[in-house]
């Protein structure tokens, strides 16, 4: 099964400021998902990736399938950025059908 | 965009009594469902895999007795937790997926409190 660890756990930062969250997974996988969830508990989509780049907004999500490892970005943070950030991978290698695994995720908060 | 809705979005009940969660694919056909659970400062964790039509895939450890799901139609899938105890307090999610589509659309959850 794979197993997916992130990095950091906790971060904060000033308002402005440019944010790297981390991510590597064990074994070769279709696509990852980086994911956001509020206080209420909520989870929203950010991105699925399988390979380069991807932009949305402020946010930019890289991966590098050969070193199993994957970024998130936000750029000039603003305090409602702050929220846990999460990426999954699908269980299994290949695995796009899966279920997926998550990392513990990224409690980020960004103060004014 | 896709979305997915469940029902309810909070819920507390007595300890013993079934409680049942209802996720449902708004816009889109979705083959197959998941249903993911988060306790408190934990990650979420898979626990069934639901395929319309078919029985649900269980991960290991989670009892399919004591969670029963159906798919019955491809916009709807149910998780009946039957005979809740406190230790089933926690948060579940279900996320869907349309057709050889790998992305997966997540419901915004339940919290369920078993006093």
């Known amino acids: 099964k794979n197993e997916v660890e992130q990095s950091p756990q906790n971060l904060t930062a000033q308002e402005g400021e440019f944010i790297t969250i981390n991510c590597s997974y064990s074994?070769?996988?279709?696509?990852l998902h980086w994911l956001q969830q509020h206080p209420g508990g909520g989870i929203v989509s950010l991105f699925m990736?399988?390979?380069g780049k991807k932009k949305h907004g402020r946010l930019i999500a890289t991966i590098n399938i050969q070193e199993k490892h994957s970024s998130l970005h936000i750029t000039a943070s603003h305090p409602r950025d702050s929220a846990v950030y999460i990426c999954?991978?699908?269980?299994?290698?290949?695995?796009?059908?899966?279920?997926?695994?998550f990392g513990k995720g990224t409690h980020l908060i960004i103060q004014p | 965009g896709a979305v997915v809705s469940q029902h309810p979005s909070r819920v507390i009940c007595k300890s013993g009594t079934s409680v049942k969660i209802e996720c449902r694919s708004l816009?889109?056909?979705?083959?197959?469902m998941f249903w993911y659970r988060q306790f408190p400062k934990k990650s979420l964790m898979l626990m069934a895999t639901?395929?319309?039509?078919?029985?649900?895939?269980?991960e290991q450890g989670v009892e399919k007795d004591k969670f029963l799901i159906n798919h019955a139609s491809l916009t709807l899938s149910t998780l009946t937790v039957t005979s809740a105890h406190p230790e089933d307090s926690s948060f579940y999610i279900c996320?869907?997926?349309?057709?050889?589509?790998?992305?997966?659309?997540f419901g915004p959850g339940t919290r369920l409190t078993v006093l």
């Open positions: 074994v070769g996988i279709s696509a």
């Open positions: 990736l399988s390979s």
């Open positions: 639901s395929n319309e039509g078919s029985k649900a895939t269980y």
């Open positions: 996320s869907a997926r349309a057709g050889l589509v790998n992305e997966q659309f």
């Open positions: 816009d889109f056909q979705a083959t197959t």
């Open positions: 999954a991978a699908p269980l299994f290698q290949g695995g796009g059908a899966d279920g997926l695994t």
